[in-house]
Nanobody, 114 residues
């Protein structure tokens, strides 16, 4: 019943930037945290970044220093600002939110060309 929807993916050259958005149909303050994951072709889904209701953040080593996760509680939206993009960042990016139950978005494609 709760829906999470990503947007903002696209094609960008290496070194460029993109900002992804994730909007929930519920108050995200009811979730312990919201997170971003990604899945590249032929690989398993992997953790990218998370932000708790208190504002604490955590990042995968592969994106640390390049990606920034943020939250706008009034808009029930979480963002992922991606800078200095690399071809290996190419993947479908998924948003996840929840507490005891988790809700996943449908994913948005990010393609980084060399």
């Amino acid at each position: 019943q709760v829906r999470v929807m990503e947007s903002g993916g696209g094609l960008v050259q290496a070194g460029g930037s993109l900002t992804l958005s994730c909007t929930a149909s519920a108050n995200i303050l009811n979730f312990n945290a919201m997170s971003w994951y990604r899945q590249a072709p032929g690989k398993q889904r992997e953790f990218v970044a998370t932000i708790t209701t208190g504002g604490s953040t955590n990042y995968a080593d592969s994106v640390k220093g390049r990606f920034t996760i943020s939250r706008d509680n009034a808009k029930n939206t979480v963002y992922l600002q991606m800078n200095s993009l690399k071809p290996e960042d190419t993947a479908v990016y998924y948003c996840k939110g929840g507490t005891l139950r988790v809700y996943w978005g449908q994913g948005t494609q990010v393609t980084v060309s060399s």
